[in-house]
């Protein structure tokens, strides 16, 4: 999952955990890289969420980007039980 400003266009992306990225305005930020997101910034209306299949929400859009992260969180937890039973 990444993030764009639309500030400065910067795409930020965290790639692991407790991993803090600002774009280079310092609208905004990413952290969680695969294990969960967390971001923030001075304005939401200027941050749009870039989820793995393409779906883009503007952070401002509250209702809607949780219900895709709530989506996605539920494909990440299918896919590592898929893994667990794999390896087992």
Do not use: P
Not at 16 to 23: I, M, S
Not at 52 to 62: F, K, P, V
Not at 68 to 81: G, S, V
């Amino acid at each position: 999952m990444k993030i764009k400003c639309l500030s400065c266009n910067d795409i930020i992306e965290s790639k692991y955990r407790h991993n803090l990225v600002n774009c280079k305005c310092g609208n905004c930020y990413i952290d969680g890289g695969q294990d969960y997101l967390h971001f923030g910034g001075k304005d939401f209306d200027k941050i749009l969420i870039l989820f793995d299949d393409g779906t883009e929400i503007l952070a401002s859009e509250e209702d809607e980007y949780k219900n895709k992260y709530d989506e996605w969180e539920d494909n990440r937890i299918k896919e590592l039980a898929k893994n667990e039973s794999i390896n087992n």
